[in-house]
Structure formats: C-alpha cells, structure tokens
Nanobody
Framework: QVQLVESGGGLVQAGGSLRLSCAAS????????TGWFRQAPGKEREFVGSITWTSGNTYYSDSVKGRFTISRDSAKNTVYLQMASLKPEDTAVYYC?????????????????WGQGTQVTVSS
C-alpha cells in the first residue's frame, strides 16, 4: 500500500500563489508517476498535471499550463504543485495520486492510490 498526504491548501486571492505538497509513504515502486487532479463542487474530477518519478517529465492540462508547476524531491518522497496566477475557477479540492505503471496519464482510471485531498479556494 501507498499512503499519500496532501497539504498546503487554503484561501487565496485571485492572482495569488499556493504550493501544495504530496508526501508518499509505504510501498515503493521502481518507476511510477504522480498526478494532481482537482474536483470542484458538482463537477467531475479533472487532470491538472503529472510527473514521472525517474525521468522527471511533466505534463499539464491546458487550463493550468504556464501557471502551475510540478516538481519532486526524491529525498523526501514528496511531489509539489506550485500554483501561480490563481483564478476563482481554480477553486476545488486538489488530490494527488500515484500511477504504479509510471505513465502519468490524464485519466483517473490509471491511478492506483489517492490522497484525501486538500481544499483550495480562490476569492475574486
């Protein structure tokens, strides 16, 4: 089993920044990917971005490209989501997830482990 714990959410004004963290513990994999997703009230969970653990390749949805950055700290087994130029439409619960196969795709179906989520609220 893999345990994922997100932190760093909160309330921020439009145009502001936040950094979310996703700390992993438990079972490890030789090659995996960590994805970030978000879910706003009444909407489906959507892909934000992902990072492959060994190569560090990153992928982003069009809605956050250029504003959000994903990085990792191997020593801490932690992945970060740096969010800048936040908009009210970024308001959602943000989840991190692990894809044990290492693809880092944009589909929730491909992720095996999920964190509990952290709330991000952007006020206008």
């Amino acid at each position: 089993q893999v345990q994922l714990v997100e932190s760093g959410g909160g309330l921020v004004q439009a145009g502001g920044s936040l950094r979310l963290s996703c700390a992993a513990s438990g079972r490890t994999f030789s090659n995996y990917a960590t994805g970030w997703f978000r879910q706003a009230p009444g909407k489906e969970r959507e892909f934000v971005g992902s990072i492959t653990w060994t190569s560090g390749n990153t992928y982003y949805s069009d809605s956050v490209k250029g504003r959000f950055t994903i990085s990792r700290d191997s020593a801490k087994n932690t992945v970060y989501l740096q969010m800048a130029s936040l908009k009210p439409e970024d308001t959602a619960v943000y989840y991190c997830a692990v894809d044990a196969a290492g693809w880092g795709s944009d589909s929730t179906d491909n992720y095996d482990y999920w964190g509990q989520g952290t709330q991000v609220t952007v006020s206008s």
